[in-house]
């Protein structure tokens, strides 16, 4: 193998790679928080707000990923051409153009986002509904506020609890981000297949793997770091 084409192979994964990245890093930031969201609204005792929410859930788990870039990506852009067509939905039309101008990198996010976010929910929701109803009342007794035993009681049980199955959706979400060569986002996978379409070079593809196999491996090794500290929460 020549050092040179390696090399520059090398390079190439290495953009792709920060590109997989930021796709990893900007998900889990929206993702995380609006999980919780979705959580609260799904147990909420308005009706219809939680009824809605479940059947918003359903529909974003129940469809394809892929599907989703691509209706994210392409949809604003087909509503916008739709709505000139019209030619009575202004309103409607400016936002449609505004939301096709987003970048593949950020179409990716925002499909990514409220994928992983509905998964999350669901989450968060067992394990806020797995604490005794034991440990609200005694929060109470001691005179603290909902918002108080939420965040100085629950919630750390809650992280606890929640932790196994939220490190498998992270790890997953590593591996997921290859979808986003489909609307041309330049990460890591798109990097490895330019090389095959362009120099016949097939290995730059199975290289990839060498990266996700160390990302999940630093991921696996700090979510196990995490549920050692957080060991003292007994049952």
């Known amino acids: ?19 997989t990245v930021q796709i990893f890093g900007l998900t889990l930031l929206f993702a995380l928080p609006l999980g919780l969201i979705f959580s609260f609204a799904s147990m909420s005792r308005f009706t ?3 009824l809605l929410m479940k059947v918003f859930v359903w529909i974003i788990r129940g469809s394809p990923l892929m599907l989703q870039l691509i209706i994210v990506y392409y949809g604003p852009g087909l509503l916008a051409s739709a709505m000139a067509r ?5 309103i409607i039309y400016d936002i449609a153009e505004y939301l096709n101008s987003f970048s593949p990198l950020t179409a990716t996010v925002v499909a990514f986002s409220i994928n992983y976010a509905c998964y999350f929910s669901e989450i968060f ?17 001691l005179g603290m506020t909902r918002t108080q035993i939420f965040f100085r009681v629950i919630l750390l049980q809650v992280v606890k609890r929640i932790l196994p199955p ?5 790890i997953t ?9 489909i609307i041309t986002c330049y990460e890591i996978i798109y990097m490895g ?27 696996t090794l700090l979510f196990g770091f995490l549920e050692k500290k957080l060991d003292y929460f007994k049952s």
């Open 193 to 219: 297949e330019s090389f095959t379409k362009s120099a016949g070079l097939v290995w730059p593809l199975f290289y990839t793997g060498a990266f996700y196999l160390v990302f999940c491996g630093v991921l």
């Open 48 to 50: 219809p707000l939680k």
């Open 1 to 19: 193998m020549d050092i040179n084409v390696f090399l520059e192979v090398t390079a190439k994964l290495l953009d792709g790679f920060l590109v």
């Open 86 to 90: 019209a030619g009575n939905f202004n």
């Open 166 to 170: 939220m490190s498998n959706e992270i």
């Open 125 to 141: 929701r067992g394990g806020i509904e797995s604490i005794p109803r034991g440990q609200y009342e005694a929060g109470q007794v």
């Open 173 to 181: 979400l590593v591996k997921d981000t290859s979808l986003a060569r």
